[in-house]
Nanobody
Framework: QVQLAESGGGLVQPGGSLRLSCAVS????????IGWFRQSPGKERAGVPS????????FYADSLKFRFTISRDNAKNTVYLQMNGLKPEDTAVYYC?????????????????????WGQGTQVTVSS
């Protein structure tokens, strides 16, 4: 049974940092693509960064690539999202998601419809 569990969300002041974790069970990271997504009220769920299982290639949303970093620890079967320079507009529920597909286009890695398994989400609030 595939499960993904996010942790690490919370309240942070503007300019601060947070690191989210996504613990994965049911498949190994080397065989799965893992993406981070976020959704705020009234907005569609959007890709943040994703990491490809077979070679560790990373795909970023252009607007976030200089503040957010994705990484993985294969031994712990965990994927991380390091967020720096947080802004109030980063406030959202953050989800991790996984799939075992071979995606043909790089843009597919940031599309929610490409993913089959989802965590429950963790709230990130950026406010003073």
């Amino acid at each position: 049974q595939v499960q993904l569990a996010e942790s690490g969300g919370g309240l942070v002041q503007p300019g601060g940092s947070l690191r989210l974790s996504c613990a994965v069970s049911g498949f190994t990271l080397g065989a799965a693509n893992i993406g981070w997504f976020r959704q705020s009220p009234g907005k569609e769920r959007a890709g943040v960064p994703s990491i490809r299982g077979r070679d560790g290639s990373i795909f970023y949303a252009d607007s976030l690539k200089f503040r957010f970093t994705i990484s993985r620890d294969n031994a712990k079967n965990t994927v991380y999202l390091q967020m720096n320079g947080l802004k109030p507009e980063d406030t959202a529920v953050y989800y991790c998601a996984g799939n075992r597909r071979i995606l043909s286009a790089s843009g597919s890695y940031l599309l929610p419809r490409s993913y089959d398994y989802w965590g429950q989400g963790t709230q990130v609030t950026v406010s003073s």
